[in-house]
């Protein structure tokens, strides 16, 4: 199975992409977006499960973590990860702490600013707001659990 995480920064994507996988290393930009969909695909085919974060704005991109599953014959959660609280999202934005060396964090101005397309087709929306990220992964292993019976 294919867990796509979509969202703004700072609404909780890579705490329960690292929670689900363990990683914390991962190509940046849309070289990175290329490699994620290819070694995605490699992995898929070999059985295992991909969970692919990233804030995947754009429908194109979207649309490629989606065709990827398709090709390997798996089927995809895509997940939209926000927080809809935004004074807890704007002291998520300004407390993130790098962890990825020479990565650059936006602030909140870049954040609210950025392009963002709507979602055209369903998708599992996960509220981080007010929430552990254990409550969030949670309701995410269940929405897997839910994808994979389906």
Same mark, same amino acid.
């Given at each position: 199975? =294919?867990?796509? !995480?979509?969202?703004l920064p700072?609404? %909780?994507?890579?705490? !329960?992409? @690292? =929670?689900?996988?363990?990683?914390? @290393?991962h190509?940046? %930009?849309?070289? %990175?977006?290329?490699?994620?969909? #290819?070694l #995605?695909?490699?992995? !898929?085919?070999?059985?295992?499960?991909?969970? #692919?974060?990233?804030?995947?704005?754009? #429908?194109?991109t @979207?649309?490629? &973590?989606?065709?990827?599953?398709?090709r390997?014959?798996v089927?995809?959660?895509e997940?939209?990860?926000v927080?809809?609280d935004?004074g807890e999202h704007?002291? @998520?934005?300004?407390?993130?702490?790098v962890?990825?060396?020479e =990565?650059?964090?936006?602030g &909140?101005?870049?954040?609210?600013?950025?392009?963002?397309?709507? &979602?055209?087709?369903?998708?599992?929306?996960?509220?981080?707001?007010?929430?552990?990220?254990?409550?969030?992964?949670g309701?995410? !292993?269940?929405?897997?659990l839910?994808?994979?019976?389906?």
């Amino acid at each position: 199975m =294919l867990i796509a !995480l979509g969202g703004l920064p700072a609404t %909780g994507k890579t705490t !329960l992409a @690292r =929670l689900l996988s363990g990683l914390t @290393r991962h190509p940046v %930009g849309p070289v %990175g977006y290329v490699v994620g969909y #290819a070694l #995605a695909e490699e992995h !898929l085919r070999g059985g295992l499960t991909v969970v #692919a974060e990233s804030v995947n704005p754009l #429908a194109v991109t @979207r649309d490629a &973590w989606r065709d990827t599953a398709v090709r390997a014959g798996v089927p995809v959660l895509e997940v939209e990860v926000v927080c809809s609280d935004p004074g807890e999202h704007r002291r @998520r934005v300004a407390e993130r702490s790098v962890d990825i060396p020479e =990565l650059p964090f936006p602030g &909140w101005e870049e954040v609210v600013g950025r392009e963002y397309e709507p &979602w055209h087709r369903p998708q599992f929306v996960l509220d981080t707001a007010g929430q552990e990220a254990e409550e969030s992964l949670g309701l995410l !292993l269940d929405a897997v659990l839910t994808a994979g019976r389906g």
